[in-house]
């Protein structure tokens, strides 16, 4: 008996142990350009956290374009298995975006769809994700925001609904140092309060 309940004890504290070590976020950037609007405003998101959140940039520029024939035991590439591993390991997904042509960018396209195979394996499955759409216009990325949710809806990721999280003329509130005016941060703040509620619900 005593030795059931000492294992019983390990295996909770097992378990206590993965929840703790599960609060990191994947911040995924649509826009692969080194100053970018949206990597700016994912910065000033991250900073919000709370201290047990770890939220960490996860690089999708490198991976080559998805093909079936490449993605096999024997030659996928090094990049697909890394981007895996990293989402794969994270409680949740942050998707900060511009928006391109009314769409989402080609390399955050290419991200979901490498991400989601092979089949049955998909990475995106249950994760919460909160999306954030950026653009120097005041249309603030509304095509790109729908446009990813309806993909995100299809991989079977919770989504954050409120607040929807549209910033339009982001050159009018990111400093010389990419830190967003004053009377912004409270808005960022009820995104990631928000979606740190979602993700304790998961």
């Known amino acids: 008996m005593l030795k059931k309940s000492f294992c019983d004890n390990l295996e909770i504290l097992k ?46 520029g490198n991976l080559p374009l998805y093909n079936e024939d490449i993605d096999t035991p024997e030659n996928v590439p090094a990049e697909y298995t890394e981007f895996r591993n990293k989402v794969k390991d994270a409680a949740g997904v942050l998707f900060v975006t511009p928006e391109y042509n ?4 080609g390399g955050l396209k290419n991200a979901l769809d490498v991400g989601s195979r092979p089949y049955g394996q998909s990475i995106w499955d249950k994760k919460p994700a909160a999306i954030v759409s950026v653009s120097p216009g005041a249309i603030s990325g509304f095509g790109a ?14 989504i954050l609904q409120q607040p929807e999280a549209y910033i339009g003329n982001v050159t009018q509130i990111l400093d010389e140092d990419g830190n967003v005016a004053e009377g912004t941060v409270g808005f960022l703040q009820s995104i990631v309060d928000a979606y740190v509620e979602l993700l304790n619900r998961y």
Do not use: C, T, W
């Open 145 to 158: 925001n729908h446009a990813l949710r309806q993909s995100l809806v299809f991989l079977n990721m919770p």
């Open 102 to 105: 009314r769409s989402i960018p």
């Open 15 to 60: 378990d206590m142990e993965e929840f703790y070590m599960s609060k990191k976020i994947a911040v995924l950037v649509g826009s692969l350009r080194k100053g970018s609007f949206s990597k700016q405003i994912a910065k000033n998101l991250m900073k919000l956290f709370p201290s047990d959140y770890e939220p960490e940039f996860v690089e999708i």
